[in-house]
């Protein structure tokens, strides 16, 4: 079982930056999928990012890109999200998540995201608060 511990989040003015950490710990492999989600209340759980352990390729939601940037650290097991150009409708709690699919619809740029219960991994979750 693998633990995720998010942390950076806060409340920020409209425009603002914020960068989310992602620690994991216990039982990591090289071939995962680790990301990025968030949930607003009242709304369902949102892909946002993505980055590939083994491939370092990266996934956004449109939501997200051109102003969200995933990164890792292999040594420290650890992403982040770097975000950039805060929304108010960017508030929401952010959720790590480790082992899960993701790829690209054939012939565009739209990402298809793939958890499985049980098996995807998610930290428990950081508020993220913009102010207009």
């Known amino acids: 079982q693998v633990q995720l511990v998010e942390s950076g989040g806060g409340l920020v003015q409209a425009g603002g930056s914020l960068r989310l950490s992602c620690a994991a710990s216990g039982r990591t492999f090289s071939n995962w ?3 990025w989600f968030r949930q607003a209340p009242g709304k369902e759980r949102d892909f946002i990012a993505a980055i590939s352990w083994r491939t370092h390729s990266t996934y956004y939601a449109d939501s997200a ?5 995933i990164s890792r650290d292999n040594v420290k097991n650890a992403i982040y999200l770097q975000m950039n150009s805060l929304k108010p409708e960017d508030a929401a709690v952010y959720y790590c ?4 699919l993701v790829g690209f619809v054939p012939d565009s740029t739209s990402v298809v995201v793939t958890t499985t219960s049980g098996r995807t ?5 950081t508020q993220v608060t913009v102010s207009s």
Do not use: E, L, P
């Open 65 to 69: 890109k051109g102003r969200f940037t």
């Open 33 to 35: 999928t680790m990301g």
């Open 97 to 100: 998540a480790a082992d899960f």
């Open 121 to 125: 991994s998610w930290g428990q979750g």
